[in-house]
């Protein structure tokens, strides 16, 4: 019996002291190369983590991850889905052809990636006042969040409506049952969050710190929201405010402020900032011809062409300086640096051809081998990048000074303010008369003559930025601009057009290119996503969907 | 100790040594003060002899001095044996030594004589006798008979052969034993692999299914993951791609038991450490056990919810240095590829697209005209993309392998070297590997012995790639598939036809390449002590290591006059994994009367870590030049990470054996994770389970059925592989965004996990139920049901995206799966004629029973009631013939046209049809992708010295969709392929053709919604191997001085028989096509 004990006292000594030999393993692992939240918001360099983490787009630079700061993605949505133009591959067509429908994937990207931010923007929120710093700059962080915050619900209410609404971090249980808050008191809530935010700004950053939101950008932010919500004298206050602060300015460039040359100009009032390579853009792949290397995504189309006026300062139907004939001769000069021609426009060198009786052999841009409209949206077009087009580093304006002047001056014929000469040569005339553009002044102070004019200009001057469908939304007009046929560049002279025979012309000799669709009754709100429905049955859908 | 390595390279040389070897050969040996057994090791190093003694009888002790120059063996003998009492006998260059019997006159010695005979009365040549307790024996002659000299009275005689009933006969005086052999019924006294140790199959009361050497060396694989198809039931294995170096298959045991990130995928242990399969060679494979219910897999614990595979490797044996060589080669081509249509065929379609959608013709008639006549092939050319790609590489196959074994009492050894080089029949798709295996055991003394295991692996795969757009061959494959035949290849001047920059030719001239290439190494070390007879301590400890290193260049390449592809890229990854495990056991074994039982106990600790690092440059000097330093230092990246996990465990096992009848097994686990909270980081997995072996049962008495037991197990198994760190509130670091005038990048967090507080791991309750059938030795059958039940799958609850951040897992799902696993083996012999057979065949029912608390989730295909992968979406109702037809139907969820895809309305608000068709409503359950039957077949027949072996396998019951460039054309400009022919069209508005309209598309279309139109039955049969072999009679081997020689050829992949789309196979779907292999090789034994 003895002997046996002492057996098993070796037996447990020898199976235990293989473990004991050998070092037993703990079992605490913590991760490597991530922060443990119990450890993060202690410290000033832990604030500035989190705000890098707001500011990171969320969509980043994929076709389809759409995201309201990213270029692309407004260009995309916000652009090829409006009468300026459309893309190639039909990814954003159902938009206006009358069927768009809640299983539609950019409807799903945009809504995702809006509220991921937000996500961000309100853990931070919930977070920063435990952080132990300086509290002005503390108070400044929480502002810049706060607007961000802000500018996405401001989107999401404005192109679905009435929207799922937190300002905390929500569990998963809720975020699956919330409801949808109504569109007015969300907007209510961030006017108010802009309001007090902007106090907390500064009005101009360090160059270090360029890039991040401004007194300026929450400004003009709130500006949108006052127009869409047609709060017009607040609008024109709001707008005077940033004209006041003295620090923006119309540059005389016009193409290169759309450029890498153009960045930090007087003109940038919000930007997102891009750096090649690191956190570059696959903009220019997107946006130039086939010929220059790029995949010709966007086709701007005669309509918008149309909308720029002769160099006298009057729009095509009378000025004297136009040939319908000989359509792009003597027209502003933003025409030419916005929008590619057939046989005109010359990039690094090269003719941009795309004339279907062109040879398709040597001119890959020609319209009949992709549904183009024989035109190429130029404005970005960077001649002078010479890195990879899928990294470019230029930042994107989201709003310029010369949208704050227009929307100014719109506000103000808006709110009933008189208009005066001083009042247009401070405003549209200034964003006319810039050295590289140097259209001639407007004069017209009658509103409703005046209003056609400005919204002219403002069509023109910010083509393809991302603005169109807002403007169109709000003006309430998608339903009257949006639907029926779009043509795009002239092919042969009206007296051929009966006879044209290589593509389809309508009677003036212009190729017919697109067909639209839009539902009044449906379109000017969009689809809660269907995703989003199936795992949360209190999500109401819109009208129509 | 013996210089194992020196010795089988010694007998490696004089492999060519002959009969006339003992009077030619001289030798030399000068030692002192040298033990007897020193010196015949001494011998047998410069020799082809090998010594034979029992230590027991024979005196190797002793010392002695000898000084011997250039003298035959006999005289050396002489010198050497004799004068110390011991006697030899030459058996060719076998040396049988044997006490001499002067000296030992107390000793009986005899010589035993026979014959052996089998159950018909005909003769059993090589049959191997053997002295119970000693290496000392002989083989049966021609005529079955067999001679043995200096057998004691009191000896015991092994007879053993392959195939046939091992016999244990006591000579008890007689010099006369005559013997026969009786068939062994199939596999019942095999000993199969089980959770740490072995066990008699015979007294299995688990469900385990074992796949033998025999099997595997038929069968030629190029990954071990492949040799499971249709070996054995309850396994799937599904290859998902044809390609060199990524044609592993993904293994399935009963079913899918969860839907998470754990994984489906069981736990592979190679001799006891957890690793690779496909990290070893498949030639190296001595058996395979797959533990598929509780009772065989629970000591395995939190691993071993989706069953386990035990791999044993072959070990040395006792005998002479044999050497093996394998060697075959061949080559590969595409089984099945989709036709693209001709390039004015493409013009002719996309002319019909682009009038559907009221849009102008992009080719005008003369266009056709010349793409038809060819005279323009740089402007109007008809490039077959696609075949051209595939048709590329030559497809040469070529596999060696070596095998050295042998060993005395004390030591033995297996020593291999393998090599498969592997080119694809797209040309740079390659994959070589060397693997080396060495497997030593040595006995310290008589309880005391150790084993050392080296296993490594080096292997690369290289393949071309796209530049920027898809990686690898299969990115090729995507774009070939996408480019049509109307865009040239190579042009006259040089230049490639491009499409927005794409050009498979180009790509494929350019330097381009990936190279993924890793290095692995297992090497363990381990005794067994036997402490007092009936207890056993074993140990073993093992380190696996192994690094990867990823290699992607992306060169400049100058498409034509107006597109460059630049800059020229070079990305490269290094991975390190190491995981060290440590485990030791003890076995106690004891019968007392009819009471029987074995006991196990031990512990065993695993540690993982794992890092990598990353680094790219971009503006090479030149296309020659990618090593990273050559790179523009502008736009240098770097990242690297890592991530640690820790398993330690207590396990045990104890079984009981009654009368040898009545069986009970239990086994326990307990494991300690470090991926979970510290309050649920400990868990328990038991099991019992029983059996009946009816058949010995006295009152059972049946002349057909002559083995039966039945028997069932319930246990509990888990599954712990979820992220590292679930349950830990973490900040994502790499959230970085650029500021400043003169940007700079800065570092930045976000949370974008919500974590899980109180995760543990996911549980499966298994309960199983078996019957073993043996019939008169010929046929052997078994059949188990089961019901398996995982509870607590960590589930990423589907989050609203309101949320904002992704949901880490929860304990929130229960699965099920049922099923029958039927086995079933035959063989028989007709004269010349031998053949065998077995089938396999599975059924498995597949359920989710919950999900948090919801019935669904759409985007997971997740759904209460319904099995895993199940495919949600719309009916279709075939294509709407006209406009009438459209303006009759239900409302589309698209404006819908003549020719588009007619989806049924099958619900509404109200719960009944409402005229209009959308995604709330109208869309259910329409299939899963996940084969509900699973079977295989081997079938042998032998004739002679020819054999052929057949091996085909199937699954039914399974769905699958391709979608993308393979399921539509005009999608971002892709190809139609030849069955999108039979479409509908304004002339033939067939609502039943097999495509819609043509339309070119954008990814929003009807087409593109998951619905009954656009899903395929995926079931298919395959017959996956013929093989036709021949064994060269012994008469002509021995002419040529080796022991055996097979030769053969076979076929890979012949045929398989399905209703999927055609040009696609049902297993792979899209990417890389299946292949088919054509090859010959030989076996040689020396």
């Known amino acids: 019996m003895k002997n046996s004990n002492i057996l098993t006292r070796d037996l447990l000594l020898i199976i235990f002291g293989w473990c004991g030999l050998t070092g037993c393993e703990s079992l605490d692992k913590d991760p490597l190369d991530s922060l443990s939240k119990g450890t993060f918001w202690k410290t000033e360099s832990d604030a500035v983590l989190g705000l890098t983490g707001v500011y990171k787009v969320v969509g980043g630079t994929q076709q389809g991850n759409y995201d309201l700061w990213s270029q692309l993605a407004c260009l995309y949505l916000f652009e090829a889905t409006t009468d300026n133009g459309f893309e190639k591959d039909n990814h954003v067509t159902d938009f206006n052809n009358g069927s768009l429908a809640s299983t539609y994937g950019p409807v799903k990207a945009l809504w995702g990636n809006t509220y991921t931010q937000i996500s961000r923007c309100n853990n ?118 940033i004209i006041d602060l003295g620090i923006y300015a119309i540059d005389p460039r016009f193409k290169q402020i759309f450029e890498e040359k153009g960045e930090s100009s007087k003109e940038h009032v919000l930007v997102s900032v891009r750096m090649q390579d690191v956190y570059g853009t696959p903009m220019l792949r997107g946006c130039h011809g086939f010929d220059f290397g790029g995949y010709h995504w966007f086709s701007p189309y005669n309509e918008l062409v149309e909308e720029f006026e002769c160099i006298d300062g009057k729009p095509i139907s009378e000025s004297l300086l136009y040939d319908s004939e000989n359509p792009y001769a003597n027209r502003d000069p933003r025409l030419y640096k916005t929008i590619g021609i057939n046989g005109l426009t010359v990039f690094k060198g090269k003719l941009y051809v795309s004339h279907p009786d062109s040879s398709a052999v040597k001119y890959q841009d020609q319209v009949t081998r992709r549904p183009w409209s024989g035109y190429l949206l130029y404005k970005f077009s960077d001649g002078d990048y010479t890195g990879a087009i899928t990294q470019y580093g230029g930042d994107f304006p989201m709003i310029r000074y010369a949208e704050v002047l227009l929307s100014y001056l719109e506000s103000c014929i808006e709110s009933g303010t008189t208009v005066t000469q001083d009042l247009l040569d401070a405003t549209i005339n200034k964003v006319r008369g810039r050295a590289e553009v140097q259209m001639p002044a ?83 709100l969009w689809p809660v996503p269907q995703s989003e429905r199936d795992v949360n049955p209190n999500l109401t859908q819109n009208t129509g969907y | 100790m013996r210089l194992t390595l020196f010795m089988f390279l010694a007998s490696f040389i004089q492999l060519t040594a002959n009969n006339s070897y003992a009077q030619k050969t001289k030798l030399s040996v000068d030692l002192k003060n040298a033990s007897i057994e020193s010196v015949l090791l001494t011998i047998e190093n410069q020799s082809a002899y090998k010594f034979i003694y029992n230590k027991e009888t024979v005196d190797v002790e002793s010392r002695v001095n000898i000084q011997q120059k250039e003298k035959s063996i006999k005289e050396i003998l002489d010198i050497l044996l004799v004068e110390n009492g011991i006697s030899y006998t030459f058996y060719g260059n076998q040396v049988l030594l044997t006490k001499d019997k002067v000296a030992n006159p107390l000793q009986q010695n005899q010589t035993v004589l026979g014959k052996v005979n089998d159950a018909a009365g005909a003769p059993l040549p090589g049959v191997t006798v053997v002295v119970k307790g000693s290496t000392y024996g002989t ?35 007689r010099t006369s034993i005559h013997v026969v052999m009786t068939e062994d019924a199939i596999g019942i006294e095999e000993v199969v692999a089980v959770g740490y140790g072995t066990q008699k199959k015979i007294n299995l009361t688990g469900a385990i299914a074992t796949i033998n050497e025999k099997d595997i060396e038929k069968l030629n694989v190029t990954q071990p993951s492949q040799l499971l198809a249709g070996l054995a039931s309850g396994i799937t294995v599904t290859q998902s791609s044809g390609q060199p170096g990524k044609d592993g298959a993904s293994l399935r045991i009963r079913g899918l038991g969860t839907f998470s990130s754990a994984g489906t995928s069981p736990l592979v242990l190679i001799d006891g450490i957890s690793s690779d399969l496909n990290y070893i060679n498949a030639n190296d494979i001595e058996s395979i056990s797959i533990l598929k219910d509780a009772a065989s897999a629970a000591i395995y614990g939190t691993r071993a919810a989706n069953g386990v595979i035990l791999i044993e490797t072959k070990k040395g044996k006792e005998g002479v240095t044999k050497v093996t060589y394998q060697g075959n080669f061949g080559f590969q081509k595409p089984a099945e590829i989709p036709k693209i249509v001709d390039s004015w065929v493409y013009a002719e379609m996309i002319n019909e697209a682009l009038r559907n959608a009221g849009s102008n013709q992009q080719y005008t008639e003369a266009d056709i005209a010349k793409f038809k006549s060819g005279e323009d092939p740089d402007n109007y050319p008809n490039k077959r993309h696609y075949d051209d790609l595939v048709e590329s590489g030559n497809g040469f196959q070529s596999e060696h392998y070596l095998n050295f074994t042998g060993g005395n009492a004390k030591n033995s050894y297996l020593f291999s070297v393998g090599y498969l080089d592997q080119n694809g029949f797209i040309d740079e798709t390659n994959h070589n590997h060397y693997n080396v295996l060495f497997n030593a055991n040595t006995k310290i003394s008589d309880n005391f012995s150790l084993k050392v295991k080296f296993q490594g692996r080096t292997g690369t795969t290289t393949e071309p790639t796209t530049i920027r757009s898809g990686d690898g061959a299969d990115g090729l494959l995507d774009y070939a598939l996408k480019i049509p035949n109307t865009i040239a290849g190579k042009k006259s001047d040089g230049y490639y036809g491009q499409q927005t920059g794409f050009t498979i030719e180009g790509w494929m001239d350019s330097e381009a390449f990936i190279e993924s290439s890793s290095n692995r190494m297992d090497v363990s070390a381990g005794f067994e002590w036997d402490i007092v007879k009936s207890l056993k301590l074993t140990g073993l400890a093992g380190y696996n290591y192994d690094n990867t290193k990823y290699k992607r260049f992306w060169p400049t390449l100058v498409v034509d006059q107006t597109y460059t592809e630049k800059p020229s890229e070079l990305t490269e990854t290094r991975t390190e994994n190491s995981l060290l495990t440590l485990q030791s056991f003890l076995n106690f074994n004891k019968t007392i009367g009819i009471h029987e039982f074995h006991v196990l106990v031990g512990f065993s600790q695993e540690s993982n870590t794992n890092s990598w690092l990353q680094a790219s440059r971009d503006n090479f000097p030149n296309n020659a030049l990618y090593e990273i330093s050559a790179g523009a230092p502008s736009n240098q990246l770097n990242s690297g990470s890592g991530y640690e996990w820790a398993l330690k465990s207590f396990f045990g096992r104890i079984n009981y054996i009654l009368n040898g009848k009545y069986l009970l097994e239990a086994n326990t686990r307990y494991d300690g994770s470090s991926r979970f909270p510290e ?53 994502t670091l790499g959230v970085n965004a650029p500021f400043g005038v003169s940007e700079k990048i800065y570092s930045g967090t976000a949370a974008t996990v919500v974590p899980s507080t109180n995760i543990t791991w996911e549980s499966t309750r298994v309960i199983n139920a078996g019957m073993d059938i043996g019939l008169g030795n010929k046929v052997n059958a078994s059949i188990d049901i089961y019901d398996k039940l ?59 029973k919950e999900l948090a608390t919801v019935t669904q989730d759409i985007s997971s295909g997740l759904f209460v009631g319904h099995s895993l992968q199940s495919i949600y979406g719309y009916v279709a109702d075939g294509l709407f013939v006209d406009q009438t037809d459209v303006n009759s139907y239900a409302v589309q969820p698209r404006v819908a046209a003549p020719g588009d895809i007619k989806l049924m309305d099958i619900g509404g608000p109200e719960g009944v049809p409402d005229g209009k068709v959308n995604a709330d409503y109208d869309r259910k359950i329409i299939g899963n992708q996940f084969p509900k039957y699973s079977y295989g077949l081997t079938f042998t027949p032998g004739y002679k010295n020819f054999d052929l072996f057949i091996n085909l396998y199937g699954v039914a019951g399974v769905n699958k969709i391709l979608g993308g460039f393979a399921d539509n054309a005009f999608y971002q400009g892709s190809n139609p392929q030849e069955w999108m022919m039979d479409r509908w069209t304004k002339e033939n508005p067939n609502p039943n053709a097999s495509y819609p309209r043509f339309l070119i598309v954008g990814g929003g279309e009807q087409q593109f919604y998951q619905s009954t139109f656009v899903m395929q039955d995926a079931s298919f049969l395959r017959i996956s191997n013929i093989q036709l072999g021949y064994t060269f009679p012994k008469i002509v081997v021995e002419r040529i001085n080796v022991s055996g020689l097979y030769v053969f050829v076979g076929v890979k992949n012949p045929f398989t028989f399905d209703h999927f789309r055609k040009g696609w196979d049902p297993e792979m779907g899209s990417g890389y096509p299946p292949a088919r292999y054509f090859n010959a090789g030989l076996n040689i034994n020396f």
């Open chain 1, 124 to 241: 931070f929120i919930d977070n920063i006042d435990a952080v132990q710093m300086n509290p002005d700059e503390l108070t400044e962080m929480k502002a810049e969040v706060r607007v961000i915050r802000a500018y996405d619900y401001f989107n999401l209410c404005f192109y679905w409506g009435d929207v799922p609404f937190t300002t905390h971090v929500l569990t998963v249980d809720e975020a699956n049952n919330i409801s949808r808050t109504a569109k007015s008191e969300v907007i209510e809530f961030l006017i108010k969050e802009l309001q007090e935010a902007i106090p907390q700004l500064p009005a101009a950053r360090s160059d270090d710190e360029y890039g991040r939101i401004t007194k300026g950008g929450a400004l003009a932010i709130l500006g949108r929201v006052l127009m869409a919500e047609k709060r017009w004298v607040e609008a024109r206050d709001i707008y005077k405010q």
């Open chain 2, 790 to 848: 995982t509870s607590d799958i960590l589930y990423n609850v589907t989050a609203s995206a309101v949320l904002g951040m992704t949901p880490s897992v929860q304990n929130a799902g229960v699965v099920s799966n049922r099923g029958i696993d039927l086995n079933l083996q035959h063989r028989n012999k007709i004269g010349d004629f031998t053949y065998s057979i077995s089938g396999n065949f599975s059924y498995v029912k597949n359920e989710v």
């Open chain 2, 139 to 173: 083989i049966t002659n021609t005529d079955g008979n067999y001679s043995i000299t200096s057998v004691s009275d009191d000896a015991i005689l092994i007879f053993s052969f392959v195939g046939m009933r091992t016999q244990e006969i006591s000579v008890a005086g």
């Open chain 1, 442 to 524: 407007v004069a017209e102070t009658d509103p409703v003559k005046l209003t056609t004019i400005l919204r002219r200009e403002r069509r023109v001057e910010l083509a393809w930025e991302g603005l169109r469908l807002y403007d169109l939304f709000r003006w309430r007009i998608a339903d009257d601009k949006l639907k029926g046929t779009f043509t795009g560049m002239k092919v042969c002279p009206a007296s051929q057009a009966a006879t044209y025979k290589t593509v389809k012309v309508n009677a003036k000799g212009y190729y017919f290119c697109e067909e639209t669709n839009f539902r009044a009754d449906v379109d000017y």
């Open chain 2, 679 to 731: 309050s649920k980081r400990w868990g328990l997995f038991p099991s019992v389970s029983a059996g009946w072996i009816v058949s010995q049962e006295e009152f059972f008495q049946s002349k057909i059925v002559n083995h039966l037991k039945v028997r069932a197990s319930w246990g509990k198994l888990g599954n712990q592989n979820i992220g590292n760190y679930p349950y830990q509130q973490i900040m």
